[in-house]
């Protein structure tokens, strides 16, 4: 049996969240983000993945406004295993992985790196329509 069209787009784009929102898949392996570039919207989850090595995803702070750095820090919350604010915990093993929902922000693009990694050139964008 054919599994209906959204079925499969739900299951290529990493599935739904609460209430319909998207979950979006974000892979760390060999020194960069696969995708390097993510839409999502106020709401959408992101999942971060580590593939290999010693990986975290850390939002370029003086690059967004405050405001909104503020909102992603509360979004991705406190916790010993950060390295920094705006950023998640330091994934060490192969397939462990860190999600937050993102909080309201404002259209716009929020850069993020990975702090082990960012003199490799190890950067993504979020954008947020």
């Known amino acids: ?18 209430a319909g929102r998207s979950v979006h898949q974000i892979r760390m392996t060999s020194n960069r983000f696969t995708p390097a570039e993510v839409t ?3 709401g959408d989850t992101l999942r971060i993945i580590n593939g ?3 990986h975290n995803l850390q939002f370029v702070a003086d690059s967004i406004p405050a405001p909104m750095a503020a909102l992603l820090e509360r979004a991705m919350g406190g916790g010993k295993d950060k390295l920094s604010p705006v950023g998640s915990p330091l994934l060490i093993d192969a397939g462990a992985s860190y999600e937050f929902a993102l909080p309201p922000l404002v259209p716009g693009r929020y850069p993020f790196v990975c702090l082990a990694h960012v003199a ?4 993504g964008v979020l954008i947020v329509p």
Do not use: C
């Open 40 to 42: 999502a919207r106020p």
């Open 1 to 18: 049996m054919r599994a209906p069209f959204a079925t499969l787009v739900v299951l290529l784009l990493g599935g739904l969240g609460p």
């Open 52 to 54: 290999n090595g010693l």
């Open 120 to 123: 490799n050139d190890m950067r």
